[in-house]
């Protein structure tokens, strides 16, 4: 059996996993991008180091350096490797990122592209690989952003190539389930207390060292690389102040948290919805 716990970010969604993994004695695997990485630990909710030692039933957490890219691709492969090693277990699948999950448990194909050549669409601005893209893609386009100029000309790419966009590839196999016995439960929070719940977890980080620990961050790293996009960490290299950082971390947070809904609602069609962990743990066991 495997139970895929999703929601938005302070749903609870770890305090569910960990419920549940304990009463029905399952492997845990991670599906959030961020806390993948090792060096983020104040600003990512993951479980502490010393919980994770503890605990080798937990798998994809705390693994990647910051230094090495990390992404969906890679999180498909190393996913489905320990999918298929448990097979025969119990597992219980929680994080915030849902396009991991998709490509995880669906008929997702990510195609070894030829080498782009280097001076592909290299006088091409920002704004206007957006532009096109929007046009030709406007899901990825908006997840993708602006400032991520490598992932706009990757994208324009794939089109270019296959003469599909990345989302229409993907979607050929969207609604394929790839294991058998799986079951969805959601943490949906009244909007009231999740967004209480984030503002509490962010002033929770910085009181635990957060601030340190990007500090420290940007002596290596002197802009954010594709790690430290993280929200709780992206917002420092603004150089704000201090307390105007904290609330634009906990604006940020309120908006992904909608986001995170959003595509799991519009993604995810046979999700059982909770209010909160305890009533989603008695309506699962």
Request: with cysteine; charged share 30%; hydrophobic share 35%.
């Amino acid at each position: 059996m495997i139970i895929a716990v999703l929601g938005p970010t302070a749903s609870h969604k770890s305090d569910l996993a960990e419920n549940l993994a304990n009463y029905f004695n399952a492997e845990v695997i991670n599906f959030d991008a961020y806390q993948v990485y090792k060096e983020l630990n104040k600003g990512t909710a993951k479980p502490s180091k010393e919980f994770l030692n503890s605990h080798n039933n937990y798998h994809l957490y705390d693994f990647c350096s910051i230094k090495k890219p990390y992404d969906v691709f890679n999180f498909q492969k190393d996913g489905r490797e320990l999918l298929n090693k448990f097979l025969n277990r119990n597992v219980i699948l929680v994080g915030g990122t849902g396009f991991y999950l998709k490509a995880l448990l669906y008929d997702f194909n990510f195609l070894d592209e030829e080498k782009m050549p280097e001076d592909y669409l290299i006088n091409i601005s920002n704004d206007e690989l957006y532009e096109r893209l929007l046009k030709i893609d406007p899901i990825d386009a908006i997840k993708i952003t602006k400032n991520n100029r490598k992932r706009l000309i990757r994208a324009l790419y794939i089109y270019e190539i296959h003469k599909k966009s990345k989302t229409e590839l993907n979607n050929d196999g969207k609604n394929k389930l790839l294991y058998d016995d799986v079951k969805f439960i959601g943490i949906n929070p009244p909007r009231e207390l999740l967004y209480e719940n984030i503002n509490k977890r962010v002033d929770l980080m910085v009181n635990d060292g957060l601030i340190d620990e990007i500090n420290e961050m940007k002596k290596e790293f002197k802009v954010p690389n594709q790690a430290l996009q993280a929200i709780g960490y992206k917002e420092f290299y603004l150089n704000l102040p201090i307390e105007e950082t904290i609330e634009l971390i906990k604006k940020n947070t309120r908006h992904y948290a909608k986001r995170q809904l959003t595509y799991f609602k519009h993604q995810f069609d046979n999700v059982k919805w909770y209010s909160d962990s305890e009533e989603a743990f008695n309506g699962t066991i």
